[in-house]
């Protein structure tokens, strides 16, 4: 592997230059988030670093992060421009650069080479106690709950429409009929039930529908009988669970910086150390990043069964070094809002910051329900249509 090619291995979140160096060190490490967001929602420029060369290590040199194998130096990169470190596999750490990382307000996330989360080493969060208090007495307020649940299942379901709307359009109604009618009455139906179970009804209903729309999207060689959320049995559902693991823990460290307990949810009951709160923020965004990034992937043969391999210890099916490298750097590309077949992407890690605000007013001030990014759009369209 030439130098070049090792570097895009190790560097999987390159993109554009940043800001001044204070406006950077306020943004990453979420201080006063609220004015950070809503006064500049375009300069939330997060960064993570992706390291899956096996064998590799990572340390400090200075004011900077330096990543080497054997005595090949791969990757330089400053402190400052890092908010996560995710490694993948057999890629080493020193204890002084897990110091200075912890230190400057950076995470560190550990996966399986197949990019299965094991655990992560967070700094100490900025704000405590008081927000979690709130967050506790929320938790257990069941009007709260089911409002808020009712939030995240409608922002699910209208990321649902919106990727079945999309494919609609490259293979027209064979691939709507019923199942776009369940979606649109399971919509319709979120806000008139009286119960988180009588909710998570409407969500399974809903769910299995557009997994039966998305088992038709599949236009590759590639099997895909419907969704298994444990151990994948097969390349897609392996690539669905990668995403979600990466768009989840994501979300978690963002939670955790600013504050929050990220065990307790108010829809995700507090279960052991499940991740709760980011398994609720995460639902507003699955469909629309990682669904439809999967199925490009797939449809388009950027990753293909050659990718994936049987898991000898846990079977199930895992993906291999070089699809994860694939994937990794098309997941960067999505979130971050890099151009691709949309002329106007979306920068969801902009959107993410803008939505956290939006969830700590909806926990610490009388600020009304939380709203997800997918209502907020669909109410800011309908004004626009209502004044035209």
């Known amino acids: 592997m030439s130098r070049e090619e090792t570097s895009l291995v190790v560097n999987l979140a390159a993109g554009e230059g940043f800001g001044p160096h204070e406006e950077n060190l306020r943004l990453r490490r979420l201080q006063a988030v609220d ?11 997060t960064r993570f670093l992706h390291i899956t060369e096996q064998g590799s290590m990572l340390r400090r040199s200075g004011e900077r992060v330096v990543v080497t194998k054997e005595d090949a130096r791969l990757l330089e990169i400053p402190l400052i421009k890092l908010q996560g ?5 057999n890629v080493q750490v020193t204890t002084q650069c897990i110091g200075s990382l912890l230190e400057e307000g950076v995470w560190v996330s550990f996966l399986s080479r197949g990019g299965r989360y ?3 080493l967070q700094p100490p969060h900025e704000r405590g106690g008081r927000l979690r208090q709130m967050q506790w007495h929320r938790s257990k307020d069941a009007a709260f709950c089911l409002r808020f649940a009712q939030a995240v299942v409608r922002g699910k379901i209208l990321g649902q429409k919106l990727v079945a709307a999309a494919y609609a359009k490259n ?4 691939t709507l009929g019923e199942g776009h009618t369940v979606l649109r009455d399971s919509l319709e139906r979120v806000d008139s039930v009286q119960s988180l179970d009588e909710l998570r009804g409407v969500e399974g209903n809903a769910s299995r529908a557009y997994f039966d729309l998305f088992r038709r999207w599949n236009r590759s060689e590639l099997p895909f009988e419907g969704r298994h959320k444990r151990t994948a049995s097969d390349p897609i559902n392996a690539l669905l669970n990668l995403g979600y693991t990466l768009l989840t823990r994501e979300l978690e460290g963002l939670i955790e910086s600013a504050g929050f307990d990220p065990t307790v949810g108010f829809y995700h009951q507090p279960d052991d150390d499940r991740p709760s709160l980011a398994c609720d923020w995460v639902e507003e965004f699955r469909h629309v990043v990682v669904d439809r990034l999967v199925l490009r992937l797939i449809n388009t043969g950027s990753i293909q069964a050659s990718h994936f391999e049987v898991h000898e210890d846990k079977g199930g099916i895992r993906i291999r070094p070089e699809g994860l490298r694939k994937f990794l750097v098309a997941y960067e590309k999505t979130v971050i809002g890099a151009e691709s077949e949309e002329k106007q992407a979306l920068r969801f890690r902009a959107v993410f910051l803008n939505r956290l605000a939006a969830l700590l007013d909806s926990v610490t001030r009388a600020a009304g329900p939380y709203r997800t990014h ?7 369209a309908a004004g626009v249509r209502c004044s035209t």
């Open 118 to 120: 094991r655990g992560r």
């Open 35 to 45: 004015a950070a967001v809503r006064g500049s929602l375009g300069s939330a420029n």
């Open 85 to 89: 470190i995710l490694l993948y596999g």
């Open 171 to 174: 293979y027209l109604a064979e």
């Open 374 to 380: 997918l209502e907020m759009a669909e109410e800011n």
